[in-house]
């Protein structure tokens, strides 16, 4: 009988590893808060709120779509062409300005944002984008951070880019994009544990037959 017993549960524990294993890749933070749209009209204010996921250093940004905002700036679309004589002239240069407050638990904590000019393109969840990053911050994972960031460049033209507020940790050492690829690769484990667990359980099946016979 016991034999019997260990034999069921062997198979009930794979199985048991496999919605362990999903459960904890599910219930990781994403490593990208997007705080919503923001207005990038001169003077407009927008507020959020955010708390950090990881111990690491998070870029403060505004994310939009790539294709749109290359129409609109194209000398912005790479570093590459950045570089291009053509792309140095001053009226061209890239119109998004930010003004920035941080606040938590009631103190005003702007002093500890690092200025931060940086461009950065790829895909992120399936849509091709394009961030721009304005600072970084490195948070307390115990806090919960207030953001005001007022626009005070002429950007109003890159609305039609849908610009989103992100705050994000991508980059860090261990931390990707996006949770989907670990996700994804959970979800596969865990499909190949079920699977083992089922072979197990019908070989079982099988060596009780014969043993009755």
């Not at 970084?136 to 007022?150: A, F, G, M, S, T």
Request: glycine content about 10%; aromatic content about 6%.
């Amino acid at each position: 009988m016991k034999r019997h017993r260990w034999r069921n549960l062997g198979p009930l524990s794979l199985v048991g590893l496999a919605l362990v294993v999903n459960v904890a890749v599910a219930l990781r933070p994403n490593p990208v808060i997007d705080l919503g749209s923001i207005d990038l009209t001169p003077g407009v204010t927008t507020r959020a709120t955010f708390r950090a996921g990881y111990a690491e250093r998070y870029a403060i940004g505004v994310r939009m779509d790539q294709r749109v905002a290359a129409q609109l700036y194209p000398c912005y679309v790479s570093a590459e062409v950045m570089s291009k004589p053509e792309c140095k002239d001053p009226a061209l240069r890239w119109p998004v300005a930010l003004s920035l407050k941080i606040s938590a638990d009631g103190r005003d904590l702007s002093g500890e944002i690092e200025p931060g000019a940086a461009l950065a393109g790829g895909e992120y969840e399936g849509a091709s984008t394009f961030t721009w990053v304005a600072a970084y911050i490195r948070p307390d994972l115990r806090k919960n951070y207030h953001l005001d960031v007022r626009s005070i460049g002429r950007a109003s033209s890159l609305g039609l880019a849908q610009p989103h507020l992100v705050v994000s940790a991508a980059g860090a050492p261990g931390v990707l994009e996006s949770n989907a690829i670990e996700q994804a690769a959970a979800g596969l484990f865990g499909a190949l544990l079920v699977l083992g667990a089922a072979i197990w359980a019908a070989l079982g099946l099988r060596s009780r037959q014969r043993s009755a016979i």
